[in-house]
């Protein structure tokens, strides 16, 4: 699609502009949500595109339509009264995205925290060993794949790991995946471990947000190592269990994590945010008949004695899920040393 010279402004300004023109009539919302989704390397949110194009059409405001750079796209505001009748303000809310995984996988190996580069090896290697045994078909990384400490706006000593080496240890870890899991599917969510990386972002550098260049997924190289990226906070569904890390829980998991995530999920789950294994189930009296949901927590493959938490309840562990129709059966493993126990 050609930009029209005529805007002197920024590349993602230009394309909010080409939009306005070509589409005059489209509401607000519905025109950000095809800009947003046809250009998603130049923006960082649906709500920044939609701020942009509500601005050009003069709705955000007396100030900023006196100060509008063109009055191509003003438009008269929504909220005029016409028989009687309002329109209500246009919502901003953003709905969270699924990904289920395809029909064909049917047996999930999922690991998660491995806090990289405070990763446990023995524990990993111990975990895709039993996977490759296993012939998991697919593998999901359930975020805090990276720690990214020095990014982290807790208390931190600047001489442990810098950034650019724990987004090196992170390639080295998809091309160590790519070596022992050569051909099948790698999907990888963030964790709020990662997720560390947009709160700088937007604390400490917001310009760059919008910047193709400084989205993580990009700066870990995922499609050179055909990993599969699935965005930060997208549920994820496997069949009749939602996978999620399980940061948005509040507290601290308590003594079952598992517990905690099924009374707050209600549903099927699996979390690992917690470090921790655990399993509860709860029967549901239900409409027909009774039925019976499952949580699962997982272990974590990171160090168990961080300096920052040296006594706690963590343990070494994974998941494999079978999938027979849409009915998932799940092993919850734990590690000790090298060992599965
Ligand atoms: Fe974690
Ligand atoms: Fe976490």
Avoid at 132 to 141: M, N, R, W, Y
Wanted: charged share 25%; net charge neutral; with cysteine.
């Amino acid at each position: 699609m050609s930009i029209k010279p005529k805007y002197n402004a920024k590349e993602n300004t230009k394309i909010v502009l080409e939009y306005l023109e070509k589409f005059p009539k489209a509401p607000s919302k519905t025109l950000a949500r095809k800009i947003y989704e046809e250009n998603k390397g130049f923006f960082n949110t649906l709500e920044n595109v939609y701020i942009r194009v509500r601005y050009y059409r003069g709705q955000t405001g007396k100030s900023h339509r006196k100060n509008l750079a063109t009055r191509d796209f003003q438009q008269e505001l929504k909220t005029k009264v016409m028989n009687n009748f309002v329109s209500m303000p246009s919502s901003l809310a953003e709905k969270r995205g699924t990904f289920t995984f395809p029909t064909g996988c049917r047996k999930l190996g999922i690991i998660g925290d491995l806090h990289i580069p405070y990763h446990d090896e023995d524990a990993i290697e111990t975990a895709c060993d039993k996977m490759e045994a296993e012939e998991v078909d697919s593998i999901l990384i359930n975020g805090d794949l990276l720690d990214f400490y020095q990014l982290s706006f807790h208390e931190k000593d600047p001489r442990k790991v810098h950034f650019k080496n724990e987004i090196e240890a992170g390639k080295q870890f998809f091309e160590y995946m790519r070596s022992r899991f050569p051909g099948i599917p790698i999907y990888f969510i963030p964790g709020n471990h990662e997720n560390r990386f947009e709160r700088y972002l937007r604390i400490k550098a917001s310009e760059l947000l919008d910047m193709d260049e400084f989205r993580l997924d990009v700066i870990l190289h995922v499609a050179e190592y055909k990993i599969e990226y699935i965005p930060f906070r997208t549920k994820v569904v496997f069949g009749d269990f939602l996978i999620e890390h399980g940061d948005k829980i509040p507290g601290a998991g308590g003594v079952v994590p598992a517990r905690t995530a099924l009374m707050r999920l209600k549903t099927n789950c699996i979390i690992n945010h917690f470090h921790k294994s655990s399993q509860s189930s709860q029967r549901v009296y239900g409409i027909d008949k009774p039925t019976t949901i499952i949580g699962y927590s997982i272990g974590c493959l990171c160090e168990l004695a961080p300096d920052y938490m040296e006594i706690n309840e963590w343990n070494h562990g994974f998941a494999i899920l079978t999938k027979i129709d849409n009915l998932v059966s799940v092993n919850n493993y734990k590690i000790e040393g090298n060992t599965i126990i």
